[in-house]
Every structure is written in C-alpha cells, then in structure tokens.
C-alpha cells in the first residue's frame, strides 16, 4: 500500500523526519508531496525548487521514500497518482481539530482516507515557522531539523559580508 505525506515542508523538520521515517515503515512507498499555490507565491522562505532539494537530501536514506509536488487539491493529486492514503502528523490536540476538518474534506472530496500519525513527544514544540525564526537570528536549529534543513537556513540567513569602514 503506497502512502503521500503532503505539506509545504518549509523547510522539514525533525519532526516531519520522525513522521516520515515511521509512515515509511507502516507503507510500501511513501510520497512526500510538496503542495504549492500560486496565490501563496512568495509567503515561504524557500522556493519550491529549493523546498524539493532539501527534500531529497533529507530523505535519501529512506529507499522507499520519494519527492514530488503538486499545484492543486490534494484529492486531485491523489487520483493523478491512484493513492488512497494521506499521512499527516499531528504535534498536539490543536493540529487534531485542524486536520479533522481536512481529513473529512478530502474523504468526501475524493473518497482518500487518512491516517494520523503523532510525532514523538520530543518533536512536538517544534515546527518549520520556529526553526526559521531562531535561524533567522543565528540561533542553533541543528537539533530540530535535518542537516540539509539546517544547512539550507544557515545559507539563507548567513550575515551579509559588511565592508570593513576604512579607518
């Protein structure tokens, strides 16, 4: 049975890793899928090009994971590729509600079940808006995101070069 784990992974977290890691044991094959939209143009940090790059760095180790990314409903893509299981992870009781709501949507919608898979209790205050906030001030991520995570936002937030004022 093939599984997607859908987001927009901006950039993955440890977290995202440990659901991932997890859904990879349960399924055949997992697709993490990144979900764009044009009208959120511009709202990520990462564009989409670099969001599948640090996908792919970060789940090469799982053979039976793979990266790809969707402009639409969800449920479209779910036919597109003939897969019938979503994977989400939730990290308390308030993604709970959020995703039920989802998860009903895309059962009616497209008759997808969903399957709900809780991160472990270490990753659960962290989140990819956090890890780019502490990033954003230089502060240590390495221990909430993968290294291709990591790396990607120490590139993105690395101080500029200020010229040295002549004395």
């Known amino acids: ?56 760095a970060a789940t090469a180790h799982l053979p039976n994971v793979s990266v790809d990314s969707f402009g639409g409903l969800l449920v479209d893509y779910m036919q597109q590729q003939n897969k019938g299981i979503i994977v989400r992870g939730l990290r308390a009781v308030s993604d709970y509600e959020y995703e039920l709501q989802i998860a ?27 890890a780019r906030e502490i990033a954003s001030y230089q502060g240590d991520i390495s221990s909430m995101v993968p290294f291709a995570s990591a790396e990607a936002l120490r590139r993105k937030f690395a101080p500029a070069l200020s010229p040295v004022a002549p004395e």
Not at 1 to 11: I, Q, R
Not at 20 to 47: C, E, P, S, W, Y
Not at 105 to 125: C, D, K, Y
Request: glycine residues 4%; hydrophobic residues 45%; without cysteine.
């Open 1 to 56: 049975m093939n599984a997607v784990f859908p987001g927009s992974f901006d950039p993955i977290t440890n977290g995202h890793m440990d659901v991932l890691a997890r859904a990879a044991k349960i399924f055949d094959h997992v697709t993490v899928t990144v979900m764009h939209n044009a009208r959120k143009q511009g709202r990520h940090l990462f564009t989409l090009e670099e969001r599948l790059d640090i996908l792919r």
């Open 104 to 130: 009903h949507l895309n059962r009616q919608l497209g008759e997808v079940e969903t399957v709900f898979i809780m991160a472990a209790t270490r990753w659960s205050f962290v989140s990819s808006s956090m």
